[in-house]
């Protein structure tokens, strides 16, 4: 799976290290996978930084469905 996105710091304080998690779902809706990985980038505060082509791994044969979501990063 390779992820393009666009991460948008709209806070006060500049961030780095930011953790993404990739949920994928078979046709039943059953949550079957998941990916976690680290995007090694400063998004300054008020700044927009683009992801492209960014290797998530591997995905379920059965999945057909994937949502992604920041769940961690370091505050500066």
Known sequence: MML???IKNEGKRDVKDI???CTHSSN??????SNKKVV???VKAGKSVNIKDFNMGFVHSQATSTSC????LVLL
């Open 28 to 33: 039943s809706g059953t949550r079957i996978d």
């Open 69 to 72: 979501r920041i769940i961690d």
């Open 40 to 42: 090694y980038e400063l």
């Open 4 to 6: 393009n996105a666009k």
């Open 19 to 21: 953790e993404i998690e």
